[in-house]
């Protein structure tokens, strides 16, 4: 009888975390930099990134996510990158909190009296989501980075004669993310 009452009872502590598992899916992401050239302001818009989803569930509102995938925003910022996140789901809600690190590496480009910097760049976010259910979350992720200076350039002055050098820098990156992510395992 007592061991009933132990299965039943671990049973029922264990209801909550029957979301365990893993979810596999992709995840598009444009993004808006905030830049600088020189002092100036150079913001841009970019579409383009797509990235792979693996979330590992390992308790009910926590999830441990990694996102592959490529970005491209302009000649001067395209490359490889790949996200760690930790998504906390708010109880009774439709919403949630995300943070963690976009490891990204950047191609080095160059050309005509410009190029941009290669290398890694990381990038520490923090963010809310909507998931709309299970399999769609829309999140929203403001990101900061350490390493400012993505690009230069050189320009010829004519009216001093001198060759005048100009960096162009970065204060921060939004994404708007669409994730649609499938249980594959169930644990």
Same mark, same amino acid.
Do not use: W
């Given at each position: 009888?007592?061991?009933?009452?132990?299965?039943? @009872?671990?049973? %029922?502590?264990?209801?909550?975390?029957?979301?365990?598992? !893993?979810?596999?899916? /992709?995840?598009?992401?444009?993004?808006?930099?905030?830049?600088?050239?020189?002092?100036?302001?150079?913001?841009? /818009? #970019?579409?383009? #990134?797509?990235?792979?989803? !693996?979330?590992?569930?390992?308790? &009910?509102?926590?999830?441990?996510?990694?996102?592959?995938?490529?970005?491209?925003?302009?000649?001067?910022? !395209?490359?490889?990158?790949?996200? @760690?996140?930790?998504?906390?789901?708010?109880?009774?809600?439709?919403?949630?909190?995300? !943070? +963690?690190?976009?490891?990204?590496?950047? @191609?080095? *480009?160059?050309?005509? &009296?410009?190029?941009?910097?290669?290398?890694?760049?990381?990038?520490?976010?923090? +963010? =809310?989501?909507?998931?709309?259910?299970?399999?769609?979350? %829309?999140?929203?992720?403001? /990101?900061? *980075?350490?390493?400012?200076?993505?690009?230069?350039?050189?320009?010829?002055?004519?009216?001093?004669?001198?060759?005048?050098?100009?960096?162009? *820098?970065? @204060?921060?990156?939004?994404? =708007?993310?669409? &994730?649609?992510?499938?249980? %594959?395992?169930?644990?």
């Amino acid at each position: 009888m007592r061991i009933l009452k132990n299965f039943f @009872t671990v049973l %029922i502590l264990c209801l909550p975390l029957s979301a365990q598992g !893993v979810n596999l899916g /992709f995840r598009l992401e444009p993004i808006y930099v905030f830049a600088e050239d020189d002092g100036t302001s150079d913001n841009f /818009f #970019s579409p383009y #990134s797509l990235k792979m989803s !693996v979330i590992v569930e390992p308790i &009910n509102s926590i999830g441990l996510e990694i996102r592959p995938g490529f970005l491209i925003a302009g000649e001067e910022f !395209v490359g490889f990158e790949v996200g @760690t996140f930790a998504n906390y789901k708010i109880p009774k809600s439709s919403f949630s909190i995300l !943070v +963690g690190i976009n490891h990204f590496y950047k @191609t080095q *480009t160059g050309g005509n &009296n410009r190029g941009s910097e290669g290398g890694y760049f990381p990038f520490y976010g923090i +963010g =809310i989501g909507f998931n709309q259910n299970e399999n769609i979350r %829309i999140d929203l992720s403001y /990101f900061i *980075t350490s390493r400012k200076e993505y690009a230069s350039y050189r320009y010829y002055d004519y009216s001093s004669l001198k060759v005048l050098h100009y960096k162009k *820098t970065l @204060t921060g990156v939004l994404r =708007i993310g669409l &994730n649609i992510a499938f249980n %594959i395992i169930q644990f």
